[in-house]
């Protein structure tokens, strides 16, 4: 009898295009010499700042869409979460300047690892593993939030658990890649100080912008994050 294992997985679609760009740039990577290095890099940092902005679409603007905001709460998230992007770009171009072929195909074989495509709906996504608990635990939040009569009885836990998934954002798509590689001291402290800030904003938007949320809108917003949780056969 073949036993099947199940990962728990975070993540969200990205369009086909960027998908073969994406493993267009990763077979080049993997086949290149240090030449073409400089090539390479550029192309990866565009391949990562496209994979960013699906991140941001998926993140804000379709939640936001879902339930929209009034004018006043909808500048204010739309500026901070402009500065939000800005610091992820810079941090993306000054990780991409000067890796060497070698690092660059370590990085290319973690991302392949995020790059996973839909069994059912073959629709490709950009994920990242979650803690069977964090997956088990949101999954019961959705619930909850489809059943309750209010969102008093959830809200702290809803947003404790959405930054709890910001955190493993910043281990996946910033520390585990830069833990690949050799930064200089300042260039490594320059993003370390970026990425800590863009963690501060995000969470203290969901905070303030989940708590503006009415109950029947955080229903309709629970199907958005439920198209997030995956779960791999293996």
Known sequence: MTTINTTALWGFPIHSELHSRAQQVLQE???ADERRAAEL??????VVI??????LEHYYHKPTEI?????????TADTGIKAVM???NLVI????????ADELKDLSLYLDSMLWVHPE???PHLVFHVHAELHQRAMQLIQRVRTESGSEGYIDEVVDTLCEVVSLSVTHYYEHPTNKVSLGRVTKKTADVSISGVEKGI???IDKLLREVRHEQMVTLSFHLETMLHAKQH
């Open 86 to 88: 800005g610091g992820i």
């Open 121 to 123: 709906k073959d629709e």
């Open 50 to 55: 496209g994979l960013t902005k699906h991140g």
């Open 203 to 205: 969470r203290k938007l």
């Open 67 to 75: 339930v929209p905001l009034s004018p006043g709460i909808k500048k």
């Open 93 to 100: 171009k000054q990780f991409f300047k000067k890796r060497s």
């Open 41 to 46: 890099n550029a192309a990866a940092a565009e």
């Open 29 to 31: 990577i993997h086949e």
